[in-house]
């Protein structure tokens, strides 16, 4: 116990440490790239020429240098230009401004020629003998005339307009290493710090958001990993909704987006650095916070469950299937209707109030539309699941108990009929196999016994046959003899005939499908049977539709039912009457009926006549066992074919069709 506390303390630890390294990584990723995107020129650099401040300041000077040696010239050169007096004044201006500004400049340079007069005026000194060369050795230069423009750092201005139509070139150029005294090296100073500063905050940048990454990788496991004991445990609860959640924390990032674009232009002050820092820290915790909490509940497979609009979907459908089952549907159809024509009366009201108006009656309009479509829907979907419950009922009725209703797609309306309807497929289900089971235990006890008769019976017949070998003087004694012969050879049958019963209704006999004559083989069961039907004094008449009828079936258990049938005859016929037997083809089937006068009454349905142990003797004076139609039945519906019994007063009618041969 003391050893799960530990684990759980620091388990809790360590996730607040993760917690708190998400944060500062979080801060110094955000700080790191925001300083890196002001310095986005100097980060982006490779020297401090390709600064903007430096590019600028460079093509400035040389602009005032055309300007001043191209341009304006000297004082006497304005006045004699000709221009208006304002104009004249402000160039004037304009040159005493740029000749106290390029002697300042200690690292600039440059050389202007005039190549018509050969006049040059350049701030390089005397001990420089080639100016021009010197100047093309710097590696930020500059060279223009009338015609051409080669510099290494862009120039921008009217430089181009002044320099077309005259005959100077100009040479600039900064000169290097840089001294101190000028903007230049002042410039130089703030890119190194600058730069040293891009690359340590690129460093920050990518070890902070690694940490942070790590740090969240390390929350999202232990969120969402189980404990061995805890696998069948009840998931955690939330304390707040998914959606709800969610909206919350999309309304923090809007605010947050606002705020950070509002002091984005005062960053250099410490004071909005730090209330940025505060805000971003709290997004940071919320957010995780949520991410932690939608990972806990995907673990849990309750992030759909666990929204407000399931909730609440969830009782509304509640409550309709409670308001619609039972009593409650009849109690509350009325409301229904009332409150659906009062909502459309409102509708109608608002819409006639503001038809004047474009917008708000476009509106009710199509809420109008939109209400009506949506119950015309509704009512629509019970209308179309009433023919399935209908079909489901049709099915079970006609036994197909499997069939299946999905009561989930079922309307509220209709979702208690069709559970009732379930329940009760259940329930018969339920009693069809306790009945199969019953008869299959019946079946299966018949045949135990039976063959547990047959070992002492076997003895008995023995024994019998042994005495009537005997010389018995005895004529009583022989008699009784004689009397256990015929007792136990009908035993015997007796029990034969319930082995047989046995394994044709279980389905346990094997069927040998082969082309039968129906014609023929009815003839030769007739024959068999001639003796028997002349000693029971009936007479007998074969008529048949065709000579040939031609079925698929098994020989053997078609030669069983015909002489089960032609033995019930013998036995059961009303003496001095006839006997006709129908042999035809129909429908794909070929069959034979037997019709003949019951020698006693027939009180019985058929469908009891051909269970197992009737007999339509209720005296049971013959020797029949009741098995014999029962037996002939199941055989025919082994073999795919039809049996029917017809009982009309005495007269008695057995019909057995089987299917036609097909011929390849």
């Not at 004082?75 to 005493?96: F, M, P, V, W, Y």
């Not at 730069?195 to 990518?206: E, G, V």
Request: aromatic share 10%; net charge negative; charged share 20%.
């Amino acid at each position: 116990m003391d050893t799960k506390l530990r684990n759980i303390s620091c388990s809790g630890r360590a996730k607040l440490v993760a917690m708190i390294i998400v944060w500062l990584g979080f801060l110094g990723t955000m700080g790191s790239c925001l300083f890196l995107l002001q310095n986005h020129d100097i980060a982006s650099s490779s020297s401090y020429t390709e600064d903007y401040s430096f590019r600028s300041n460079f093509a400035t000077l040389v602009h005032n240098v055309v300007e001043y040696h191209v341009l304006l010239k000297s004082e006497d050169h304005i006045k004699n230009s000709g221009e208006d007096g304002q104009t004249a004044a402000d160039n004037l201006q304009r040159l005493h401004r740029i000749e106290n500004k390029l002697p300042a400049m200690v690292n600039f340079i440059y050389y202007v020629r005039n190549t018509e007069t050969g006049e040059t005026s350049t701030n390089l000194g005397l001990e420089t003998a080639d100016p021009v060369r010197f100047i093309q050795k710097q590696p930020a230069r500059a060279f223009l005339n009338g015609w051409t423009s080669d510099a290494s750092i862009p120039l921008f201005g009217n430089i181009e307009d002044m320099m077309a139509g005259r005959p100077y070139e100009v040479y600039a150029a900064v000169v290097e290493p840089l001294q101190a005294g000028d903007m230049f090296y002042d410039s130089y100073l703030d890119y190194t710090r600058t730069k040293a500063r891009t690359d340590a905050a690129t460093i920050l940048a990518i070890i902070a958001f690694v940490l942070m990454a790590a740090a969240f990788v390390y929350l999202i496991y232990i969120t969402v990993r189980r404990e061995p004991e805890g696998e069948g445990a009840t998931p955690r609860p939330t304390w707040m909704y998914a959606d709800v959640h969610t909206v919350l924390v999309l309304i923090a990032a809007v605010l947050s987006l606002s705020i950070a674009i509002g002091t984005s232009p005062g960053l250099s002050n410490a004071l909005t650095i730090v209330a940025l820092a505060v805000v971003l820290s709290l997004d940071i915790f919320i957010g995780l916070t949520y991410v932690l909490s939608m990972a806990r509940q995907i673990r849990d497979r309750s992030i759909f469950t666990n929204t407000l609009l399931y909730k609440l979907g969830s009782a509304l459908r509640a409550f309709l299937r409670l308001a619609f089952r039972g009593k409650g549907f009849k109690l509350w159809i009325l409301p229904l209707l009332l409150g659906y024509g009062f909502a459309n009366g409102l509708l109608f009201v608002l819409f006639r109030e503001f038809y004047h108006l474009n917008e708000p009656s476009l509106f009710i309009f199509l809420l109008l539309i939109v209400f009506n479509a949506g119950v015309v829907y509704f009512v629509a979907r019970s209308l179309v699941a009433l023919p399935q419950i209908m079909e489901a009922v049709k099915e079970i009725s006609a036994g197909n108990l499997d069939y299946p209703l999905d009561s989930t797609s079922i309307p509220v309306n209709f979702a208690a009929f069709a559970e009732d309807i379930r329940s009760l497929q259940g329930g018969l289900q339920k009693a069809v196999a306790q009945a199969v089971k019953g008869e299959r235990m019946k079946t299966d006890l018949i045949t135990n016994v039976s063959h547990d008769l047959k070992t002492p019976l076997t003895s008995i017949i023995n024994y019998v046959d042994l005495l009537q070998k005997e010389q018995l003087e005895n004529k009583a004694a022989a008699e009784y003899v004689n009397i256990l012969e015929e007792k136990s050879a009908r035993l015997k049958q007796l029990i034969e005939d319930l082995v047989e019963a046995s394994k044709a209704s279980s389905g346990n006999l094997a069927v040998t499908g082969e082309k039968v004559d129906l014609h023929e083989l009815m003839m030769q069961a007739c024959g068999e049977y001639e003796e028997k039907i002349q000693q029971a004094e009936l007479d007998l008449h074969i008529q048949t539709a065709a000579e040939t009828v031609v079925i698929c079936a098994d020989g053997k258990h078609m030669w069983r039912i015909a002489e089960n049938l032609l033995s019930n005859v013998g036995k059961y016929s009303l003496p001095h009457s006839r006997v006709y037997i129908d042999i035809a083809s129909d429908n794909g089937y070929g069959s034979f009926t037997i019709k003949n006068i019951s020698a006693f009454p027939l009180n019985i349905s058929p469908e009891q006549l051909t269970e197992r142990f009737v007999r339509g003797d209720e005296s049971r004076s013959t020797e029949g066992s009741g098995l014999g139609l029962s037996i002939a039945q199941s055989l025919t519906g082994l073999q795919g074919g039809k049996f029917q019994l017809d009982i009309d007063g005495d007269l008695f009618k057995v019909t057995v069709a089987i299917p036609l041969w097909a011929e390849e």
